[in-house]
């Protein structure tokens, strides 16, 4: 019972050091806090097909953040292929509690294991200040670019397969059909 209290004890004291410093880092008020997030939409990811990332720029700090700078150096030109939108971009101002959203579409042009990684935000804390902050986005991580050939093959709708069915059945049944 006593090295149960003395655990508790200790407990209590760890749980106490760990609010005093998350207080202090949540009191810092008047400046501009950036957070990056990077979703891939697509269920899945197939070699030559279009895949959507979308970015989310939230600004969660007290004053606006200026200069903003966003790059993905993930998507490189010989994996990768640029359908629209852009991996760098850069936003001048977003204000306090605000948001933007960018969307870049992309196509793979191999298949096989791909390793999203995190995209990287620089941007100035508050009008006039010189400091730049860098922060990274959440990433996707690893995933599995299907082969076309095998995305066709599990999800088309096999036409040509029925067809051949209908042409090989019909004669077995419109021949006692035309019988009767």
Known sequence: LIHYLRELRMFRSAVLVLLVCISHLNAEDGSARLLLSKQVYN?????????????????????????????????????????????????????AQANTTQTVVVRPRK??????TAAEVTYSSGEGSAVKLTGFSSEPGQ??????????KQFSSHFLDWAAFAVMTLPSLAIPFMLW
């Open 43 to 95: 269920k899945y990811v197939v070699e030559g097909m279009d895949v959507v990332v979308k970015y989310g720029l939230y600004n969660v700090g007290d004053l606006p953040a200026t200069d903003i700078q966003v790059t993905d150096n993930g998507f490189r030109p010989d994996d990768f292929e640029l359908v629209s939108g852009q991996t760098q971009f850069k936003v001048d101002k977003l204000g």
């Open 111 to 116: 298949f096989g294991y791909f390793n999203f």
């Open 143 to 152: 995933a599995v670019i299907i082969a076309a050939r095998d995305y066709e």
